[in-house]
């Protein structure tokens, strides 16, 4: 995938996974596919000390950070109109709990990267 032109800004992505190694890999494939990437942040906190420092165009989200949801971090990039998606294996009978997430597209966990790379793109 090419990066765009030099004269052209970057589209920026905010990722929050909190399993390393998946962190790595939905990073590494953002940036393979022309983005800048914040993060990855692997807490609520990290991601919105991340946000407050520099707004993003996008995210991609894991639910389930440790022992909190990310839902904190979804209310505030809805609140500042920065589309997001899920890339977590919680169910859709859980997601279902939380009003924030109703319709949001999840990728699910094994996330298809390419995939991913074309719907960041898309928004």
Same mark, same amino acid.
């Given at each position: 995938?090419?990066?765009?032109?030099?004269? +052209?800004?970057?589209?920026?992505? &905010? /990722?929050?996974? =909190?399993?390393?190694?998946?962190? *790595?890999?939905? #990073?590494?494939?953002?940036?393979?596919?022309?983005?800048?990437? &914040?993060?990855?942040?692997?807490?609520?906190? $990290?991601?919105? =000390?991340? /946000?407050? #420092?520099?707004?993003? $165009?996008?995210?991609?989200? =894991? /639910?389930?950070?440790?022992?909190?949801?990310?839902?904190? +971090?979804?209310? $505030?990039? #809805?609140?500042?109109? /920065?589309?997001? *998606?899920?890339?977590?294996?919680?169910?859709?009978?859980?997601?279902?709990?939380?009003? *924030?997430?109703?319709?949001? &597209?999840? &990728?699910? #966990?094994?996330?298809?990267?390419? $995939?991913?790379?074309? +719907?960041?793109?898309?928004?």
């Amino acid at each position: 995938m090419n990066a765009p032109p030099a004269d +052209v800004e970057r589209r920026t992505v &905010l /990722v929050v996974e =909190d399993e390393y190694l998946l962190a *790595i890999e939905l #990073k590494r494939a953002l940036v393979g596919g022309g983005f800048e990437v &914040l993060g990855p942040a692997g807490s609520v906190n $990290h991601a919105l =000390d991340l /946000v407050s #420092k520099k707004r993003p $165009h996008a995210a991609v989200l =894991d /639910v389930t950070l440790g022992s909190e949801t990310v839902s904190p +971090v979804a209310l $505030h990039l #809805k609140s500042l109109g /920065v589309p997001f *998606i899920l890339a977590s294996a919680v169910s859709p009978r859980e997601l279902a709990r939380y009003p *924030i997430f109703s319709g949001v &597209l999840n &990728l699910g #966990k094994p996330t298809d990267l390419g $995939h991913l790379v074309r +719907v960041m793109q898309s928004l």
